[in-house]
């Protein structure tokens, strides 16, 4: 790790709780829209989709406008619950607006930032939506930590995808061999920077079962021991 001099990070799952902050955010917009849904009951059938959409967002099998509309619809449909279009995409209009007024971050973030913030310096990369993250990272705190911020609306295409590797590196102004990724999603974050020759960091959040060979931790802070 000698030769590293800049960190690439994911923000959502990785440093910006999402399924916290997500989950905050459904229970605003069902009272909002007058909608006696259990919220567990809607997660427990809503998280699943979700992942399956941004799987295939990413593949760049469906649109923003398709994941957006896609991941209420399916979900209202495997509950039996009858929605109208025009509900669904109010609903999925304010969950985007309340998504980041909730800022939890995974405990240890700060302290982790604190002690890297010296030592390197520190960059973004995400396939989330570019207005909507950058929104997340002003009102978290997390911004001044960071001295670029990538997405893959910026670049037109999204991780695993070797471009916003390489364009996030250019803006940063550094070769893969100075670099390292850490993000939660192997696929994406994992084998994406691999690929391009820069290092990786598996925050296994979602407690998979990865290759021997990854570097992985299971606890934010644990970062510290590679770097």
Sequence with gaps: MSKITDIFFDLDHTLWD???NSG?????????NNLSINYN????VYSPIN??????YREERITKAQLRYGRFKK????MGISVT????????DDYIECLPENNHLFEGTIELLDYLS???KMHIITNGFHEVQTTKMHKSGLTPYFK???SSESVGVKKPNEKIFYFAMDKAGVNPAQSIMIGDTYEADIVGALRVGMDAICFNYHKLELPEEIKVVDDITHIKSFL
Excluded at 24 to 32: H, S
Excluded at 41 to 44: G, K, P, T, V
């Design 51 to 56: 992942f399956q959409q941004w799987k295939w």
């Design 148 to 150: 670029t911020m990538t």
């Design 18 to 20: 999402f399924d916290r």
């Design 85 to 92: 279009d025009d509900i669904i995409d109010k609903l999925s």
């Design 24 to 32: 905050l955010a459904f229970i605003k917009i069902f009272e909002r």
């Design 118 to 120: 010296p030592r390197y």
């Design 75 to 78: 979900t209202f449909d495997k």
């Design 41 to 44: 009951e809607f997660l427990e």
